[in-house]
């Protein structure tokens, strides 16, 4: 079965940063890509961001490309994504996402993903 721990989530002051870290387990994590969606009260689970199973290949959403970067530890079997400039805006809980599929494309929806994390929240005051 395959787990994944979201850590490093917090309260953070507007231009702040914070470094999101999931912790998976459970099988090999090197061959799967991986992800990171966030999801505000009241509001559909978005993506943020996503990366290949070898960091080739690194996708983000338009409203944190430039602010944002997720990378891969396929050694530490983590995926990280480090926020910077954050904003009220970002304000969200964040959840990291594995596909099943071994070298497989990189999904931008949550529906490509079977596997989540339990979430971590990201508060960002102004």
């Known amino acids: 079965q395959v787990q994944l721990v979201e850590s490093g989530g917090g309260l953070v002051q507007a231009g702040g940063s914070l470094r999101l870290s999931c912790a998976a387990s459970g099988r090999t994590f090197s061959p799967y890509p991986m992800g990171w969606f966030r999801q505000a009260p009241g509001k559909e689970r978005e993506f943020v961001a996503a990366?290949?199973?070898?960091?080739?290949?690194?996708y983000y959403a338009d409203s944190v490309k430039g602010r944002f970067t997720i990378s891969r530890d396929n050694a530490k079997n983590t995926v990280y994504l480090q926020m910077n400039s954050l904003k009220p805006g970002d304000t969200a809980v964040y959840y990291c996402?594995?596909?099943?599929?071994?070298?497989?494309?990189?999904?931008?929806?949550?529906?490509?993903?079977?596997?989540w994390g339990q979430g971590t929240q990201v508060t960002v005051s102004s």
């Open positions: 990366i290949s199973w070898n960091s080739v290949s690194v």
């Open positions: 996402a594995a596909t099943s599929t071994a070298w497989g494309s990189v999904p931008f929806t949550p529906i490509g993903y079977d596997y």
